[in-house]
């Protein structure tokens, strides 16, 4: 898929792309967790997400790789807390990684990079379809958490996706996997507490539609897990795919504490 922009120029997306990337509500920041607002509210809700999916599919769309799922009878959603009554129905989950140790993360928490961050891509039931949500400035929930590597241990569900690597080694590779619950992804301890703030796609055109919901605690990774990351090949050769933070300006960070 070429769309005219890369990892190798980030910084030049605010002039291809004016209308968007240059907003001042942009992702990711840096979370500094001194700098938040402690909100009260029930927690998120996560339905569905038990269900094993008729198929998967994993594919490399020259930015990332991309996880899709289809059920056979019910979608995957996420509503409550933050979101109100509002449903964000499932769409994909995919990854933003880098080269080194301490890098890969695109948002960071009192300034640490972690080595990976998984976006779990959600659409405003309402808006009846992802292509559609992105213009409106509520059409979006992505869900964000982080990997790191803790005592080198390896993440399970992980290894699910990294089993079928090879088939997505290169743009456009694209490969059924073994269907498993995407419940999978959400096992840390403390796993509730999460900031929220309202930003931006972190790729172009950097639509101002995402409420962004950060998960706190981390997820171990090994470190022969984050090289197979670093192996993949991205648009122009790119082996990274984060954007730097963007400036906070007028917006609230909210915790929520569990
Ligand atoms: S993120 O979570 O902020 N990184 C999109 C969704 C989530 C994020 C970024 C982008 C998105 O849906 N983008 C529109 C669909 N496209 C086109 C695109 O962004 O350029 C994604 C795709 O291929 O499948 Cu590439
Ligand atoms: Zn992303």
């Given at each position: 898929?070429?769309?005219?922009?890369?990892?190798?120029?980030?910084?030049?997306?605010?002039?291809?792309?004016?209308?968007?990337?240059?907003?001042?509500?942009?992702?990711?920041?840096?979370?500094?967790?001194?700098?938040?607002k402690l909100a009260y509210t029930t927690g998120l809700e996560w339905k569905n997400y038990d269900f094993t999916p008729a198929e998967m599919?994993?594919?490399?769309?020259?930015?990332?790789?991309?996880?899709?799922?289809?059920?056979?009878?019910y979608d995957a959603y996420v509503t409550s807390g933050p979101?109100?009554?509002?449903?964000?129905?499932?769409?994909?989950?995919h990854f933003h990684w880098g080269q080194k140790d301490n890098e890969g993360s695109e948002h960071t928490i009192n300034g640490k990079r972690c080595e990976l961050e998984i976006h779990m891509v959600?659409?405003?039931?309402?808006y009846g379809s992802i292509e559609n949500a992105v213009n409106y400035s509520d059409g979006l929930v992505v869900i964000a958490s982080f990997y790191t590597v803790l005592l080198n241990r390896k993440s399970q569900v992980l290894e699910?996706?990294?089993?079928?690597?090879?088939?997505?080694?290169?743009?456009n590779?694209?490969?059924k996997i073994e269907p498993f619950p995407l419940s999978d992804f959400k096992v840390a301890?403390?796993?509730?507490?999460?900031?929220?703030?309202?930003?931006?796609?972190?790729?172009?055109?950097?639509?101002?539609?995402?409420?962004?919901?950060?998960?706190?605690?981390?997820?171990s990774i090994s470190k022969k897990q984050i090289a197979k990351f670093r192996s993949i090949k991205l648009n122009h050769g790119s082996k990274y795919n984060y954007r730097s933070t963007q400036p906070l300006?007028?917006?609230?960070?909210?915790?929520?504490?569990?």
């Open positions: 898929v070429e769309e005219g922009w890369d990892y190798t120029n980030v910084d030049e997306w605010k002039k291809e792309f004016p209308q968007s990337c240059a907003g001042s509500k942009q992702s990711p920041i840096n979370i500094i967790l001194n700098n938040t599919r994993l594919t490399n769309n020259g930015h990332t790789i991309q996880l899709q799922a289809k059920w056979y009878y979101l109100g009554l509002n449903d964000y129905i499932f769409e994909q989950l959600h659409w405003k039931r309402d699910n996706i990294l089993d079928a690597i090879s088939s997505v080694q290169n743009v590779g694209t490969t301890d403390n796993y509730d507490d999460f900031i929220s703030y309202s930003g931006s796609l972190t790729t172009p055109k950097c639509n101002e539609v995402v409420t962004w919901i950060i998960l706190l605690t981390p997820f300006n007028d917006r609230k960070i909210r915790v929520y504490l569990q």
